[in-house]
């Protein structure tokens, strides 16, 4: 039995992290410090902002989850004038990931009509949990 122990322990790790893993991806955690953030410029970011909100989706070429989130993301800011959807190439534009501590993709940031981020999603983000989101903000 005792030769099983290490294996049982890495087998409780492994599967204590997934779960963290899975439940930390995709949901959109609201920024705390609002006030003491510097806001983004629109030019930074390479579109117009939204009078409501926007939703800045940093990607790279070779992600799946990416093209399900601008999927998700376009759909959701296709009927809503209020909302921008503007997604930025990681790869391209490594000073603004750098700025931004985005450390994967598909991260996306949820700024208010000045820039200012207030929410960010890392992971793919599901429809719920933009709605809400969305429905915060009015």
């Known amino acids: 039995m005792s030769d099983y122990l290490p294996i049982l322990l ?3 790790l492994a599967s204590t992290y997934g779960i963290w893993y899975q439940a930390s991806r995709g949901k959109v955690k609201a ?8 806001p983004l410029l629109e030019n930074e970011v390479g ?14 070429a070779f992600c799946t ?13 296709a009927d809503l004038d209020d909302v921008k ?3 930025i190439d990681a790869e391209k534009n490594l000073d603004l990931v750098r700025k931004l501590d985005i450390r994967s993709t598909p991260t996306t940031l949820v700024l208010d009509r000045q820039g200012v981020e207030i929410g960010r999603a890392i992971g793919a983000p599901k429809r719920a949990e933009i709605l809400a989101t969305l429905d915060a903000l009015k």
């Open 65 to 77: 989850p990416c093209r399900a989130t601008r999927a998700l993301l376009s759909d959701i800011t």
């Open 31 to 38: 920024k705390k410090n609002r006030a003491t953030k510097n």
């Open 47 to 60: 579109g117009e902002f939204g009078s409501r909100a926007t939703f800045i989706q940093f990607s790279s």
């Open 85 to 87: 959807h503007i997604e």
């Open 10 to 12: 890495i087998f409780a």
